[in-house]
């Protein structure tokens, strides 16, 4: 059965990579086949702790209005029709500025000559890589480009029709949060049990909430049972997929470029734990 | 007056606990939070809010059920699943419609409308440290790089107004839309980052970045004690892209309890980390 997990959190840091890459190699480990899609496509990480070079990259590209000078008698309709300003008419000659352009179409339907057609302008890569029994997909915008959305929509394209599907978002509670989560079976939101990885565990509790997913919280680098934690949890009456503890040693696996599910005792296991309640949970 | 900001690209790196030390070391200064979806700042230096403005920016489609005929053409031609036909009849996702307009363009009888969009708020604050210019996206909306900008120019006009000499914006992680508005026209840019491959791949995209936006840039390597080759590592790669040292930070477990405190770890007695923010301060005050 196609299932699909999203793994994300307010704060920045959180540990979202190490327990995607966690649960993906969790999967590889049970013999399952899983796709990885790294959906933090501003700073993409998720090959960085598979220790997996992404060979395989396509241009990800978006559509942008491009004008028939020939047919355009500069009207100026299509700039009218721009609510994104992305569009102007300047002595009757149309000018695009397409880093605004949402995409959206309106341009081409509001021109009396037809002499609009859209044509791709590339915004980032799409990267793929195979690791075992997983495969990794990530997008990389291109430094310089604002909008993550439509690549992450991309990236998502390659999600599998039957396997099990990790998704690591981006951090921030914005639009990319549920380009990144919209349509997954299962949010797990990862916390630092802190008083900002508490206060940001809110707000993408809030936005994962609107799309109307179930969503279950992994507390990280917890000190003791995190008992004031957990109290917020229950207030806001998110419930616990797991408590992971604070660990000098995940950290400094991370910081050496390791892969901590591997080489630091007890983590492995405590991401099979993890999975097999997601499994059940979704079940 | 000069205008400071911080920014990271990988997230959880301590650009807070090290903008909101600089809040407590600068002594003529203006505080503004560019991160919008997930602010923090305002946990260590405790705003007390004293006016709030609505944030409008872009629209939203609106049906007037009474024209509609249920054609369906809107949601054919809408790209975002902004509307989807239920009984025959238009549903409007607000958390998906971006306010293209298209489909108000291309309602054969006039029945849909662009309304304005509030997608936050915004505050202007007092703190013990000087005033603070924040805001608050709401969870799911679009345009948080306008409202970044918003709170820039708003931060600007009370350093402006009250004579302020710095302005200290808090970024957020990452390289998009918010980020390239938190940096543009900045005199200096501080990228914190801390020592690992994850941090020095996306220190290295913040740099391009900066780069691309023509702001000088500075780093610090936080939590270096961590792995001190590999701190060493990023130091020469960030120089070699042009990027100056500020210094380093150690790994202090006085960050998290300042957090708990409610205060720039900079006023924890015999902090390392707060030493070593102090030192940073220090340098980056002769170049603004």
Redesign the interface.
């Known amino acids: 059965m196609k299932r699909t997990f999203a793994v994300a959190s307010?704060?920045?840091?959180?540990g979202k990579?190490t327990v995607a890459v966690g649960l993906a190699l969790a999967l590889a480990d049970r013999g399952q086949s899983v796709r990885l899609l790294d959906c933090d496509v501003?700073?993409p990480?998720c090959h960085?702790?598979l220790g997996v070079s992404l060979t395989a990259t396509e241009p990800a590209t978006a559509p942008v209005p491009e004008v028939d000078t020939a047919c355009c008698d500069g009207c100026g309709a299509c700039a009218q029709?721009c609510?994104?300003h992305s569009l102007a008419v300047v002595r009757k000659q149309v000018l695009v500025f397409p880093q605004l352009c949402?995409?959206?179409?309106?341009c081409l339907?509001?021109c009396p000559q037809g002499a609009i057609r859209e044509v791709p302008r590339r915004i980032g890569l799409v990267r793929q890589a195979e690791a075992e029994s997983i495969t990794l997909v990530d997008g990389l915008?291109d430094?310089?480009?604002?909008?993550?959305s439509p690549l992450i929509r991309q990236v998502r394209q390659r999600e599998a029709g039957t396997e099990v599907t990790i998704l690591d978002g981006?951090?921030?509670?914005?639009?990319?949060?549920?380009a990144a989560t919209g349509g997954a079976d299962h949010v797990l939101l990862v916390a630092?049990a802190?008083?900002?990885g508490l206060?940001?565990l809110a707000?993408?509790s809030?936005?994962v909430r609107?799309?109307g997913l179930p969503v279950s919280v992994v507390l990280n680098r917890c000190r003791g049972t995190a008992a004031d934690a957990q109290a917020f949890l229950a207030e806001r009456d998110l419930p616990l997929a797991g408590c992971l503890p604070e660990d000098?040693r995940v950290?400094?696996c991370?910081?050496?470029?390791g892969t901590p599910y591997r080489e630091v005792p007890g983590f492995g296991a405590a991401m099979r734990d993890l999975l097999a309640r997601l499994l059940g949970e979704a079940a | 007056m000069k205008e400071l900001v911080a920014i990271?690209?990988?997230?959880?790196?301590g650009k807070?606990t090290v903008l909101a030390s600089l809040a407590a070391l600068a002594e003529s200064v203006v505080l503004a939070d560019g991160d919008v979806?997930?602010p923090?700042l305002h946990?260590l230096l405790r705003p007390e809010i004293q006016q709030r403005t609505p944030f409008v920016a872009?629209?939203r489609a609106a049906l007037d059920a009474s024209r509609c005929t249920g054609c369906g053409r809107c949601a054919e031609?809408c790209?975002?699943e902004g509307i989807r036909m239920a009984d025959s009849r238009p549903v409007i996702s607000e958390?998906h419609c971006?306010?293209?307009?298209?489909c108000v363009?291309?309602c054969p009888v006039q029945a849909l409308s662009?309304a304005d969009a509030t997608c936050g708020e915004w505050y202007c604050s007092a703190t013990a440290y000087g005033p603070m210019v924040h805001a608050r996206?709401q969870?799911?909306?679009?345009n948080?790089?306008k409202l970044v900008s918003l709170v820039r120019k708003e931060a600007r006009e009370l350093a402006e107004r009250e004579g302020k000499e710095l302005i200290l914006v808090d970024g957020?992680?990452?390289?998009?839309?918010?980020?390239?508005a938190t940096v543009g026209g900045a005199d200096l840019a501080l990228v914190v980052t801390?020592?690992?491959?994850?941090g020095q791949?996306?220190l290295r995209?913040a740099l391009?970045?900066l780069r691309?936006f023509r702001v000088p840039a500075w780093f610090s390597v936080n939590?270096a004690d961590?792995?001190p080759e590999?701190a060493a590592g990023i130091r020469a790669e960030a120089e070699s892209l042009g990027a100056r040292w500020a210094g380093d930070i150690r790994y202090d477990s006085a960050v998290?309890a300042s957090?708990?405190e409610?205060r720039p770890v900079v006023l924890c007695p015999d902090s390392p980390a707060g030493n070593d923010i102090r030192a940073i301060w220090h340098t980056l005050q002769k170049e603004l």
Request: proline share 9%; net charge negative; glycine share 16%.
């Open positions: 307010g704060k920045g840091g959180a990579t501003e700073e990480n960085v702790q029709a609510r994104f949402h995409a959206c179409g309106a339907y509001a915008l430094v310089g480009e604002a909008m993550a981006p951090p921030g509670t914005s639009c990319s949060l549920l630092e802190t008083p900002f206060h940001d707000l993408a809030e936005a609107l799309l000098r950290a400094e991370a910081a050496r470029g | 990271s690209g990988k997230g959880g790196c807070t979806d997930a923090d946990l872009g629209f031609l790209r975002f958390l971006e306010g293209c307009g298209l363009d291309q662009l996206l969870p799911g909306r679009p948080s790089g957020p992680p990452g390289i998009g839309c918010p980020v390239i801390e020592p690992s491959p994850s791949h996306d995209r391009e970045l691309h939590r961590l792995y590999g998290t957090q708990y409610g």
